[in-house]
């Protein structure tokens, strides 16, 4: 089994419970205000227990996958069923069962701290958004400020092999690296650590 996904799977019963008061706090009001702006064809990468469900808007094709067996259970309890949806699926992130140019945006919350390759796995995003398409993310990311970012490199092998997830990803570099131009770069909360992006797919030239 993907170690990532025997982790999540471990701690899927209790993970609701474990970030309750900083989704109550922080993360409830920033899903709020991330969703207001995906539409058409949607994909979120990393839909975990389905936190981001409530918000959800009202379109016609919305999937949402994750790795973890565990945390897809508690995603379906979320849902209520009908017309227009989501479909819930498992798959890995870096390599994503969708062909190219499939989906108008791309929608992540604190996902990529716990992608194995964050590159890779935003290649694939990058890959199966259309033409201009969007990628909306909040994160967890490496600081700038050098007390926070050594707190950060102190705690990552802690973080990452207890619960799977990176405290010091530099996820702009990645972004960038990975081909997308950063449109919105907007600091949330610990001054930089906390952030939403909005990236976009550039038009490869012909």
């Not at 170690?3 to 109550?24: G, P, T």
């Not at 919350?109 to 290649?123: A, N, R």
């Not at 600081?143 to 207890?162: A, F, G, K």
Request: charged content about 30%; proline content about 4%; overall charge positive.
């Amino acid at each position: 089994m993907n170690k990532v996904a025997w982790r999540y799977d471990r701690i899927s019963r209790y993970y609701d419970i474990f970030q309750s008061l900083i989704e109550r706090v922080l993360f409830s009001r920033w899903r709020a205000m991330l969703w207001r702006y995906p539409r058409g064809d949607i994909l979120e990468v990393g839909v975990g227990t389905g936190k981001n469900i409530p918000y959800y808007p009202k379109v016609k094709r919305l999937i949402a996958i994750d790795i973890s067996e565990g945390m897809l259970e508690g995603a379906k309890r979320k849902i209520q069923m009908g017309d227009g949806s989501p479909i819930l699926m498992k798959a890995d992130i870096m390599n994503l069962p969708f062909k190219d140019e499939s989906f108008d945006c791309v929608v992540s919350t604190f996902v990529f701290c716990s992608v194995p390759d964050p590159i890779k796995g935003l290649e694939e995003v990058y890959r199966v958004l259309k033409s201009i398409g969007k990628m909306y993310l909040l994160e967890h990311v490496l600081s700038e400020n050098r007390l926070i970012r050594l707190w950060e490199e102190v705690h990552n092998p802690i973080t990452s092999r207890l619960f799977g997830f990176n405290v010091n990803r530099d996820t702009r570099r990645n972004l960038k690296v990975s081909g997308f131009k950063v449109t919105l770069d907007k600091k949330m909360a610990m001054k930089d650590v906390f952030r939403f992006f909005v990236v976009q797919k550039l038009r490869k030239a012909q």
